[in-house]
């Protein structure tokens, strides 16, 4: 198994936020606010506008459409200025994942922040159904806010509660930086999960030597002075992962999951998309995750 190095403070200089204006996507707002006061980075909003290759009588101007979404993207970002966070506005048209996918390249984005109100799936992003493309395909990390996580949490201004899921893969040791340093900052509590998904009933000794087995793993992923930083624990569970992970996450009140997200391959693993899908949808908390070693860095 990999060795994960002891955390280092993440960085983040910069954050997108993404918007279409529906309610549900405007309670992550309040997330990428609080992220950017919390570190120092300056804060982008984008509104994408569809393409408009002409206009009839009946169709708005493209101007006044542009115009108002401007209008409506400022007055938005006013609890920015509030809290001293430096913000800019972009409207820019085209396809969504593009969009965002330059401007990730184009101003050097750490972090993406989205809201989502689907219960059927990523699909029914409130992006529309290009933003599940932005987010399985994104190379910097992606905080979703989905339609389930309680409001309150933003106000409690600190992470209290980490959760940090893996499936040992190299794909999902990236995200752990984001969560050790993430607990670190907060002097929060830390809990490393794993979720064996059993296919088939085992011996009972076998299936506690193997429990055993990942829980020791768990805590080797742990620098040795975790426990000056932050309040460690670690968690394996037999089940259906993404159960199991929204479970853990809502009866140890955590704040924040944190996830390595991959496509899975050849070889069945227990955070594929569809597991990071359904984390999303029913969490009472956001869910961050991480993908590819630009994201590690």
């Known amino acids: 198994m990999p060795t994960v190095i002891a955390?280092?403070?993440i960085k983040l200089q910069n954050i997108l936020f993404a918007t279409d204006f529906s309610p549900l996507a405007q309670t992550a707002?309040?997330?990428?606010?609080?992220?950017?006061?919390?570190?120092?980075?300056?804060?982008?909003?984008?509104?994408?506008?569809?393409h408009m290759p002409f206009v009839e009588a009946?169709?708005?101007?493209?101007?006044?459409v542009r115009l108002s979404a401007k209008q409506r993207l400022t007055a938005l970002t006013s609890c920015a200025s509030s809290r001293g966070?430096?913000?800019?506005?972009?409207?820019?048209?085209?396809?969504?994942?593009?969009?965002?996918?330059?401007?990730?390249?184009?101003?050097?984005?750490?972090?993406?922040?989205?809201?989502?109100?689907?219960?059927?799936?990523?699909?029914?992003?409130?992006?529309?159904s290009v933003a599940e493309q932005v987010l399985r395909?994104?190379?910097c990390p992606v905080m979703t806010v989905g339609p389930d996580v309680l409001r309150t949490l933003v106000e409690h201004q600190r992470l209290s509660h980490v959760l940090y899921a893996t499936d040992f893969s190299e794909g999902s040791l990236h995200a752990v930086p984001f969560a050790l340093s993430l607990a670190e900052e907060n002097n929060a509590e830390l809990t490393m999960m794993h979720v064996l998904e059993q296919l088939e009933p085992m011996p009972m000794q076998y299936s506690k030597e193997l429990l055993a087995d990942y829980r020791k793993r768990l805590w080797e992923m742990l620098p040795d002075d975790a426990n000056l930083w932050c309040k460690p624990h670690v968690s394996v569970a037999v089940g259906e992962a993404s159960g199991e992970i929204v479970r853990l996450a809502h009866d140890?009140?955590?704040?924040?999951?944190?996830?390595?997200?991959?496509?899975?391959?050849?070889v069945a693993s227990h955070l594929p998309w569809t597991v990071v899908h359904s984390v999303v949808r029913h969490a009472r908390c956001p869910v961050l995750t991480v993908r590819g070693t630009r994201a590690a860095g």
Do not use: C, F, W
Request: aromatic content about 4%; cysteine-free.
């Open 7 to 9: 955390p280092t403070r």
């Open 29 to 50: 707002l309040p997330h990428a606010v609080d992220l950017a006061h919390r570190y120092g980075a300056k804060l982008y909003t984008v509104n994408v506008l569809p």
């Open 58 to 64: 009946a169709q708005p101007d493209p101007e006044e």
């Open 85 to 128: 966070v430096e913000h800019e506005e972009l409207i820019v048209q085209g396809e969504v994942p593009e969009v965002i996918s330059k401007i990730v390249r184009k101003y050097a984005i750490d972090l993406i922040v989205i809201g989502t109100g689907g219960r059927k799936g990523l699909g029914k992003l409130l992006l529309g």
């Open 137 to 139: 395909h994104a190379t």
């Open 252 to 266: 140890r009140q955590v704040d924040l999951i944190v996830m390595g997200a991959h496509g899975g391959g050849p």
